[in-house]
Structure formats: structure tokens, C-alpha cells
Nanobody, 120 residues
Framework: QVRMVESGGGLVQPGGSLRLSCAAS????????MAWYRQAPGKQRELVAT???????SYSDSVKGRFTISRDNAKNTVYLQMNNLKPDDTAVYYC??????????????WGQGTQVAVSS
């Protein structure tokens, strides 16, 4: 079993910043790619950013230059630093990890979601 626990969401004014964290725990042998997704009301879930185990990153065009994804492999934790937030960034944010379990099974683990609201 793998559990992903998120923290760091909240309400912020346009132009503000937030930092999301997501820690994985359980029967983990290794975590491969980690990512953040978001889902706004009435819209499909979309990929925001990914980071490989080696630290290579990629971003959606809508957040490039404003958001930074990073990870701490020793802590099995992924972060999302969000700067210059806009109202369009309002959504529930989900972390995701591709996990190799101790039973040598590949698992797709998800966090419970954390609300980010950008409003004046």
C-alpha cells in the first residue's frame, strides 16, 4: 500500500505565492516520475508539471515560468512552488507518483487533492 499526503493549499490573492507538498509513504522500493495535476470546476484534470527521479522537469505552457516542481528522493516528497498566481490557477491540485513497490509491482499513486483558490 502506498499513501500520498498533500499539504499547502489555500486562498491567495492574484500575484501571490503558495507551496504545495506531497509525501509518499508505505511499501515503497523506488519512486520513478512524480507529477502535479489540477482540476478546475467543470473541467478535466490536466497535467501541470512532472519531475523524473533524476530531476528533469517539464511544465504545461500555462504555468511555465511561474511554477517550479522539485522533489526530495530521501523523503519521498514532491513540491510545487507556485508564484505569480492567477485566478485561472484556481483548482484542486493532485500529486501523482509512479511507484515500484516492495512487492515489485508498479503502482500509480494519487494524493487526496488540495484546494488552491486565487481571488481578490
Amino acid at each position: 500500500q502506498v499513501r500520498m499526503v498533500e499539504s499547502g493549499g489555500g486562498l491567495v490573492q492574484p500575484g501571490g505565492s503558495l507551496r504545495l507538498s506531497c509525501a509518499a509513504s508505505g511499501t515503497i522500493l523506488k519512486i520513478n516520475d512524480m507529477a502535479w495535476y489540477r482540476q478546475a470546476p467543470g473541467k478535466q484534470r490536466e497535467l501541470v508539471a512532472t519531475v523524473t527521479r533524476g530531476g528533469s522537469t517539464s511544465y504545461s505552457d500555462s504555468v511555465k515560468g511561474r511554477f517550479t516542481i522539485s522533489r526530495d528522493n530521501a523523503k519521498n516528497t514532491v513540491y510545487l512552488q507556485m508564484n505569480n498566481l492567477k485566478p485561472d490557477d484556481t483548482a484542486v491540485y493532485y500529486c501523482n507518483a509512479r511507484v515500484l513497490s516492495l512487492e515489485l509491482r508498479l503502482l500509480d499513486a494519487w494524493g487526496q487533492g488540495t484546494q488552491v483558490a486565487v481571488s481578490s
